[in-house]
């Protein structure tokens, strides 16, 4: 597997995101939590296309700043009694650097 390094763990802010910047198909949102997990999701709600990086990060999940719907971060679904899921997209962190799959990159949510 390929990895890509996208910016440094301290880059994203507790209970916050970042925006990985993809020249195909819709952002990814690179999340971090108050215990310091790193997840990465499209940045695309799948209710109504809400972008999740703006939403709040509470635990493994993200509130949609739309319609406050609940998105695993982990998985990418939608909480009950809501439905749906969005990309996920495998994390590794090293050294304190975030890396995303390349080949996730170039294909997931294009």
Do not use: Y
Request: proline share 5%; glycine share 10%.
């Amino acid at each position: 597997m390929e990895w890509i390094d996208v910016c440094a763990v301290d880059d994203i802010p507790v209970l916050g995101s970042r925006i990985v910047r993809r020249p195909k198909g819709q952002d990814v949102a690179v999340f971090r939590n108050a215990e310091e997990q790193v997840f990465a999701l499209l940045d695309e709600c799948p209710h109504k296309k809400g972008p999740l990086s703006q939403g709040i990060v509470h635990g493994t999940t993200v509130t949609c700043p739309l319609h406050n719907w609940q998105i695993g971060l982990s998985d990418g679904c939608a909480r009950e009694p809501d439905v749906g899921c969005t990309a996920k997209f495998a994390v590794k962190v090293v050294d304190g650097r975030v890396h995303l799959n390349v080949d996730e990159i170039k294909t997931l949510g294009v």
